[in-house]
Every structure is written in C-alpha cells, then in structure tokens.
C-alpha cells in the first residue's frame, strides 16, 4: 500500500516561499510518476507539477511555468515542489499524487495524501 503525507504549508505574504514536502511509503517509486495538485474551495482540483521518478523529466502547468520547482529524493522517498514568488491566487490545499502510467504527463493518479493547506496573503 502507498501513503503520501504531504508538509510545509502554512501562512505567507505575496512575494514569498515555500517548499512542500511530499513523504512516499510502501512499495518503490520507480514505476510512478509523482505530482502536485491544488484545490481552493469551490473550485476544480488541478494539476500544478508532475516528474518522472526515474530520468526527473517535469511538467509545469501555466500558473506555475517560472515560479514553482518540482524535484525528488530518490533516496528518502520524498517528493518536494518549490513554490516561489507566490501570489494570492495560489491559496489552496496542496496535495501530492501518485501514478503507474505509460503516460507523460498521465491523465489519471492512483494515490493521494491528505493535502496541506498554503495561505498567500496580498
């Protein structure tokens, strides 16, 4: 079984940053691709980063194009997306995901953290 815990959120000021964290258990990664999406309330859940646990080719989605940084440690399972010069539109719960897909970027993720909430105050 794959659990994702996902950390590192918080309160910020526009202009600022944050680095989540994304903790893999279970069985290796090397079949997954690996992602962040974000969901605000009452909005659609959408993709922001995605990388291929072996060869670490990413996918940006345009909102994060130039400011957000994804990238993983093989070694301790973790998943990492940098968010820098965030605005207040980035304001959601984050979530990583995970998936099995022949597929780049997949279309469909398997699992799912809890989320970690990010606040971007103007």
């Known amino acids: 079984q794959v659990q994702l815990v996902e950390s590192g959120g918080g309160l910020v000021q526009a202009g600022g940053s944050l680095r989540l964290s994304c903790a893999a258990s279970?069985?290796?990664?090397?079949?997954?691709?690996m992602a962040w999406f974000r969901q605000a309330p009452g909005k659609e859940r959408g993709l922001v980063a995605a990388?291929?646990?072996?060869?670490?080719?990413?996918y940006y989605a345009n909102s994060a194009k130039d400011r957000f940084t994804i990238s993983r440690d093989n070694a301790k399972n973790t998943v990492y997306l940098q968010m820098d010069s965030l605005k207040p539109e980035d304001t959601a719960v984050y979530y990583c995901?995970?998936?099995?897909?022949?597929?780049?970027?997949?279309?469909?993720?398997?699992?799912w953290g809890q989320g970690t909430q990010v606040t971007v105050s103007a």
């Open positions: 995901a995970a998936a099995a897909t022949n597929n780049w970027p997949p279309k469909a993720y398997d699992y």
């Open positions: 990388i291929r646990w072996i060869g670490g080719d990413t």
């Open positions: 279970g069985p290796t990664f090397s079949k997954y691709t």
